[in-house]
């Protein structure tokens, strides 16, 4: 039973480092996405329905803890919105207001400081 569970140790962390390669690949892969929608809305105009569903995108990872390069690329494209789009700016706020309501009390009063 030592080498069975030896073997099974072993497949269970190399399932474990590949399943970590695939997330690794994926949010690599959400943070050139959001880079290049911010550029696109640099140069292209686009559908204000369009827009609204790319400020939504972007404001949603604010939220989530430990995606810096993923928050750091969301606030990037709601930047490129904001300073384009200017009847979106209100709702761009409200939305960032509404999602800080939605917060856990302890999130809201936390004060990181580095």
């Avoid at 073997?7 to 949010?27: C, E, F, G, P």
């Avoid at 827009?51 to 604010?62: D, E, M, T, Y």
Wanted: hydrophobic share 45%; glycine share 4%; aromatic share 8%.
């Amino acid at each position: 039973t030592g080498a069975l569970a030896k073997q099974k140790r072993r497949y269970t962390s190399a399932a474990s480092i590949m399943s970590n390669k695939v997330l690794m690949s994926v949010y690599n892969r959400m943070v050139e996405v959001m880079d290049t929608l911010a550029q696109l809305l640099g140069t292209q105009a686009l559908t204000d329905m369009t827009v609204l569903k790319l400020s939504g995108l972007g404001i949603f990872p604010f939220f989530v803890e430990n995606i810096s390069s993923l928050q750091l690329s969301a606030l990037k494209l709601v930047r490129t919105i904001f300073s384009r789009y200017e009847k979106h700016r209100d709702l761009i706020i409200e939305d960032i207001f509404a999602s800080l309501g939605r917060l856990p009390t302890t999130k809201r009063n936390l004060r990181n400081f580095r």
